[in-house]
């Protein structure tokens, strides 16, 4: 562990708001935060897409704030009226967005899943891994303040890619669960020519923007 990851560690309680494994390694084993406190978010991810037409980023950003005030609600219900160690909490929303600004979530079904893919395959241009991060500094319940930020990553799909490889990826069921439908962690990064842009992003948290705003929020004297 490193000392700047100890030293907040001895102002704050890390708390990740996020049920993604992805996000969790990037939080525990790339970052060193091994004793991270999870929270799952009761936002319910259902804001009106025909809302966002042209406007992809503000949806994403939207949902990620949506997730953080419920987390504040939620934290002020769990503090009863005694006094909790200040925590640095991290929210985050993940989308994927063509080059038509159609949002891809997490596709559910092989195939939905297989139609992306092949979108992403046939298209000239690369597909945007947008990240939104809402990260709480939490005091007390009437005593927090939020940052927000995205980081856009491209990502370019392999035109020359095998089909029958690609439908094998679909029939496997991996990546059911992400956005978009690929994990560039695992096999489907086979299908990636390049990326431009932080890779932790297309995993799912963005790994600078991320660990500076903690620090920052830990540090505001120290910048």
């Known amino acids: 562990m490193s000392q700047v ?42 804001l009106d897409k025909s809302l966002y037409e042209g406007k ?20 002020g219900k769990l503090a009863c009226g005694y006094a909790q160690k200040p925590k640095l909490v991290i929210c985050a929303d993940t989308v994927v967005i063509d080059s038509d600004n159609t949002i891809h979530e997490k596709p559910q079904v092989p195939q939905r899943q297989l139609t992306n893919l092949l979108d992403f395959r046939d298209s000239d241009d690369p597909v945007k891994v947008v990240t939104s991060v809402t990260l709480i500094k939490w005091q007390g319940p009437d005593d927090y303040t939020l940052e927000q930020f995205e980081e856009i990553s491209e990502v370019y799909f392999d035109p020359d890619f095998p089909l029958s490889i690609l439908y094998d990826y679909v029939d496997s069921k991996d990546a059911l669960d992400v956005a978009g439908g690929f ?3 695992s096999f489907g990064g086979a299908m990636i020519s390049k990326i431009n842009g932080d890779f932790y992003n297309v995993v799912g948290l963005p790994l600078n923007k991320t660990f500076k705003a903690l620090y920052k929020a830990a540090f505001p004297l120290e910048q």
């Not at 030293?7 to 060193?32: C, H, N, W």
């Not at 992809?56 to 934290?75: M, Q, R």
């Open 56 to 75: 992809p980023i503000k949806y994403v950003h939207d949902t990620s704030k949506g997730k953080a005030l419920g987390i504040i609600e939620d934290l």
């Open 5 to 46: 990851v100890q030293q907040i560690r001895d102002k704050f309680e890390v708390v990740l708001a996020s049920s993604s494994p992805r996000r969790y390694e990037i939080v525990t084993e790339v970052m060193g935060f091994s004793q991270v406190k999870l929270m799952k978010p009761s936002f319910e991810e259902n």
């Open 183 to 185: 994990k560039v962690q």
